[in-house]
């Protein structure tokens, strides 16, 4: 059985960091894009950043110099660490991974159930 498992959130006050951690157990394909999401009250889920296989990085311009999206592909985790938190950051964060089965080509997608974070100001 797949699953996503985030940790890491919480209430922090404005200004403040988190790292959440997104660990994948169960995926036996070969694991590519690796994102984090954020969904806010009454909002639409907004892509934060992309990690690929090969550890290169994309972020949206809302969080672009303050978050970072890593991997452990030991761990089959990751990571987004949040800096310079603003209120306009709370929403509930939800991880995303993306594996390939390399025989059929088939792309598999997985979401974790998601992490809330509150940001004070």
């Known amino acids: 059985q797949v699953q996503l498992v985030e940790s890491g959130g919480g209430l922090v006050q404005a200004g403040g960091s988190l790292r959440l951690s997104c660990a994948a157990s169960?995926?036996?394909?070969?694991?590519?894009?690796m994102a984090w999401y954020r969904q806010a009250p009454g909002k639409q889920r907004e892509l934060l950043a992309v990690?690929?296989?090969?550890?290169?990085?994309n972020y949206a311009d809302s969080v672009k110099g303050r978050f970072t999206i890593s991997r452990d592909d030991v761990k089959n985790t990751v990571y987004l660490q949040m800096n310079s938190l603003k209120p306009e950051d709370t929403a509930v964060y939800y991880c995303?991974?993306?594996?390939?089965?390399?025989?059929?080509?088939?792309?598999?997608?997985?979401w974790g159930q998601g992490t809330q974070v509150t940001v004070s100001s």
């Open positions: 995303y991974t993306e594996a390939r089965n390399r025989v059929t080509n088939n792309l598999y997608k997985y």
């Open positions: 169960g995926i036996i394909f070969s694991i590519n894009t």
């Open positions: 990690i690929t296989s090969d550890g290169s990085t």
